[in-house]
């Protein structure tokens, strides 16, 4: 049974694993969409940052389609350098080494191990972390970070589109369910205390991007 080899080859790796009918890519495309017409997301930054994703546009895949969403983990690489006579170290923070890379090892593994080469697969471009939460795989703190248990924050999202008529999963997720938080986030307030811009918020799950150091320092 393809979702006993999925789970036995997800445990195996250390993985979390989550499957979910491909109808839950449309209620988080419809949701994100929804936040740029309210205006809870700035039209220049949804062009620029988060219109490229394709979600089920251009899948080569045939017939009843699946997603299948794996958190990988990721830990935190050191990287030293010398200055002035000291040596420092600078933390690179989880997903920023061999992101893109990461997809396609994980996609050949799985279909190496997990799949077999009759069943289509193929990686899958939509918004991965509002995705996981929709699929119960992740939660999100305040900080709009995701978190998985076991892994904490260490680790990467990886998702894929799987064609086959073996059903999977039970549904998917119902259109309009609110992203789940951790169950410290309503009384936990150390993250928005920490922030030196107030790009965190009390009142609602998005930060305020245009106040972000992390958006402002990658562009």
């Known amino acids: 049974m393809l979702q006993k080899r999925l789970k036995e080859w997800a445990a195996a790796r250390g993985y979390g694993l989550a499957v ?34 394709r979600y089920l546009e251009g899948s080569s895949i045939k017939g009843p389609k699946w997603v299948i969403m794996v958190t990988v983990p990721s830990p935190t690489s050191v ?46 471009k939509a918004p991965l972390k509002s995705l996981a939460v929709h699929m119960g795989l992740v939660s999100y703190g ?27 999963a039970k549904g998917s997720h119902k259109a309009g369910e609110p992203e789940t938080r951790l169950d410290r986030c309503p009384t936990c307030t150390a993250c928005v205390k920490a922030c030196p811009t107030g790009a965190i918020r009390e009142d609602r799950v998005l930060i305020s991007y245009e106040r972000c150091f992390t958006l402002l320092a990658g562009s």
């Open 142 to 168: 305040r900080n709009n970070i995701s978190y998985a248990a076991g892994l904490g924050s260490y680790y990467q999202l990886c998702a894929y589109l799987v064609g086959t008529r073996e059903r999977l």
């Open 20 to 53: 979910a009918d491909s109808a839950v890519v449309g209620s988080v495309r419809r949701k994100l969409e929804d936040r740029r017409a309210s205006g809870l997301i700035d039209a220049a930054f949804f062009e620029e940052y988060l219109a490229k994703f």
């Open 79 to 124: 990287l030293s350098f010398k200055l002035a006579g000291r040596t420092i170290d600078a933390l690179i923070p989880p997903t920023y080494v061999r992101y893109n890379a990461i997809f396609q090892v994980v996609l050949d593994d799985m279909t190496r191990n997990a799949l077999g080469g009759h069943i289509e697969a193929e990686i899958l």
